[in-house]
């Protein structure tokens, strides 16, 4: 079977926007330690799951980053934005505590990304998304 060379344009596309996506979790992810180690998230929601999980989710502004395109297109260079980051904190009895990060738009779309069987998820994650603030906001207009 061969390829075609539209095929291989297409695959190096996918390919170039998969490495952007990991280069931005890895962004996204140096950006939440900074300010972690800083005291520089607010508490934005707490929930409860049924299986017994808690989960906290804070939130962060990374001011004056370089824009990074979400859809793999170019992005003028030198253009900056503040950034939101989302900490997701899990805590599981006496397991431990697992953390992830996202950046807002990565945070919004994980609603639609579970499966039926995680209503109880979905409609946790649907309630820490109302409560986002409309725009970036100062640490002391954060909701408690």
């Known amino acids: 079977m061969s390829v075609t060379k539209r ?39 707490t929930g409860l799951t049924e299986d017994g999980a808690v989960h906290e989710f804070l939130i962060g502004v990374v001011r004056n980053v370089p824009v990074t395109s979400q859809i793999g297109w170019p992005v003028p260079a030198g253009q900056t934005e503040n950034r ?15 953390a992830t990060v996202y950046h807002e738009p990565e945070f919004r779309a994980l609603p639609i990304q579970l499966d039926a069987e995680s209503a109880y998820l979905e409609a946790l ?10 725009e970036a906001r100062k640490r002391s207009e954060f909701p408690s």
């Open 125 to 134: 994650l649907k309630e820490v998304i109302d409560k986002i603030p409309a």
């Open 7 to 45: 095929e291989l344009e297409i695959a190096a596309h996918n390919q170039m926007f998969r490495a952007q996506r990991a280069e931005q979790k890895a962004a996204d992810i140096s950006h939440a330690l900074n300010l972690l180690l800083n005291g520089s998230f607010d508490a934005l929601h």
């Open 84 to 98: 939101r980051i989302i900490l997701w904190k899990t805590t599981f009895e006496p397991t431990g505590v697992y």
